[in-house]
């Protein structure tokens, strides 16, 4: 169904049905001039927000329409997450041009109702408006904390363990892999393509039949034994888990944030704002087998991978020195390193020793490379 | 200077480093995963989100950046008030193409900077990132207001009074001069260059120098006598002293919104969300003396312009009957009708007495004409 016929407040009607309010303290989600919310008495309230763009920050070729709801609702709630509070509510905004149909957008919504229900948030508001070109999607997210439960950036202290969720650099590698068949899958098309005109031109009827069949039937790639990378691609998950497990555990990070860019510009980040420096060692970096398996198939530094990739949405943390045996304690959480007085600057120790600066080589969609 | 140079956290640092926060309740701004707001005890908090796209919901080539950016704020704390609440933060995402400069975003903040300093309300975050095309921009505000202060659009009943803010239709007359000109000028520009290819092809220079000069001081249109329409239009302003008037003179509406899609489409969606009818008088709809006269001028009807113009940003809301003698007294109010029973349905009375069903015929960008 095209959207037009529905319109934007039909089109708003349409998605907001399926849409449940969970929460106590939402008092008024989609249908007003604002979403209403109570907070919890003596919490704070955090919030924070992400543009995506598509054809900067996804790819619709490869990317279904409900992943990427999933993905748009996550990369906000692990922000959320990085601040060690609850995700309570959130607003979406799409631009969306004429290419998309109702059916796309109720994909979108899907996979974004999904990802809510995963942490009990509710949708309540946004906006829905036409674009020029392609889609573009607006979340912002609300969540609240105690007070005292609050981490910020700027905590980390010297002789502080670092330490990281999950493993890193996976959902790079997952991007590589997709880029990759996708430039495969446009050659051989565009072969096949030049082929079925020459058929054409020639009246080779015949030829015209079998060449349409071979387009119509173009493998698609066979991701078999990379299904992990695409996973942390496609559909990411921010670690509420984790921030569970931390409370579980009565440890209180000193620092923290979520790995979006990288870990190094992320790094640089907390030791910035903390007016510190850190060292890193290569040897701890977390990382799956399939992830190094990648990453040497395509003849790449699987450390420069962990360090740079974008879009894991893993936490990094720094805990007291003293917390030590809790963090090794925790399932799926890595010490990887320390933080310094800020003379020392941020710098990795590779496996023979060598100290090398980190850079903040992570994803800048604004820099020239 | 251009944008890459700075890349997205060298450009978040130029435009950060202007902004003051204000409120005692905004705790962390921009520079965290989240900003960190303390809620006041006992108030609720309201949320809204727009998201405004280059081509569908501005032209630059005759918006300012600047008026942009104000306008942008402004029609998101017009929806905070519009809860009958104050606005305290807000967020803001911009997704720049590579065809703008530093300066230009500073411009696009300054305005943003300037609608915020108006109402006391800080910007504590945002994302800003690349597009392909144009400009887009998000801001969701956050504001709180005692629970039994909110006003929603449910609360209408009949016999209400409907009461509307300043004047109506002077937006949209402000758009359509805007329009007009821009008409005007791309074509004395087009004739313009015709002809100097001609006079170029025929190799007369004096000709050429005469029609090049012609060109570079192609009049600005004439906007005087005008400004009114196009100060609307470029420059709206929340209505906030309206909200503070209805405080001190203790007035409560029993339901409110802005009036951004025009006064037609917004009485609708209060008569449906209270589940009753209205009947507006045309001659009491509140009329600026240029928005009529610039609707004669284009051999337009100003009723149906003040009904469905959009971008108004003025408040409607509805008051118990009682209340007449109070909003009477208020300065820039108007009763321009009354609430009945919902199987009245919604009408307009002529100034001949003439009954018609008001149809929401405001802008709807995603809507088939």
Redesign the interface.
Known sequence: ME???????G?IERLAKDIEIKNEGT??GI?????????T???????????L?????FDLTYVPLQHLGYKAVMVNLS??F??N?QPR?L?V????SSKFCVEDIEALYDGMRKACAKWGVDI???????????L?I?I?A??EAR?ED?V???GARPNDLICVSGNLGAAYMGLQLLEREKVIYNEQAASLQKQLSEAKAKGDSQRVAVLNSQLSTLSQPDFSGREYLLERQLKPEARGDIIAALRQAGIHPTS???ISDGLSSELMHICK?SRTGCRVYEERLPLDYQTAAMAEELNLNVSTCALNGGEDYELLFTVPLELNDAVQALEDVRVVGYITDADKGCALITRDGGEFALK?QGW?????D
Request: glycine share 10%; charged share 20%; with cysteine.
């Open positions: 959207i037009s016929e529905l319109g934007e407040f089109l008092l008024q249908g007003d001039d604002c979403a209403v919310l109570a907070p008495e003596g919490m704070r309230t955090v919030v924070t927000t992400d543009l763009v598509e054809g900067v920050h922000d959320v990085a601040m509070a509510q607003t905004s799409l631009a969306i309540v508001g946004g906006d829905t408006t036409a674009s020029l070109t392609g573009c607006s912002t609300i969540g007070p609050i910020l950036r700027s923290m944030m979520d704002e903040a800048n969609p604004l820099k020239k």
